[in-house]
């Protein structure tokens, strides 16, 4: 397991831009597969995106042309850059790994998970 760090959040009007962070321990963050999901109140966790060890990446479609998940494994972190944000968008969003793994896109599929990081969108 590796322990993850999010960071980036905040309030942003609706059209505009966050680059969210998740920052890992450890020295094996290249094998590991990073996913983004997010929980709005009152409402079960969701995917967002995925990027893979190998560097495939997979969103779920409310996301598809607006959300980019990266990596820099240099640097032990991925990105979730979010711009056109809508209100809809608004939950705490949090990050998780798992050693290897593709389209890991349920929430049983990882074993670490970050705190969250709020994202509030206003209309």
């Known amino acids: 397991q590796v322990q993850l760090v999010e960071s980036g959040g905040g309030l942003v009007q609706a059209g505009g831009s966050l680059r969210l962070s998740c920052a890992a321990s450890?020295?094996?963050?290249?094998?590991?597969?990073v996913g983004w999901f997010r929980q709005a109140p009152g409402k079960e966790r969701e995917f967002v995106a995925v990027i893979s060890w190998k560097g495939y990446t997979y969103y779920t479609d409310s996301v598809k042309g607006r959300f980019t998940i990266s990596r820099d494994n240099a640097k032990n972190t991925v990105y979730l850059q979010m711009n056109s944000l809508k209100p809809a968008d608004t939950a705490v969003y949090y990050c998780a790994a798992r050693q290897w793994g593709d389209y890991l896109v349920r929430v049983f599929d990882y074993d670490s998970w970050g705190q969250g990081t709020q994202v509030t969108v206003s209309s």
């Open positions: 450890g020295r094996t963050f290249s094998s590991y597969t």
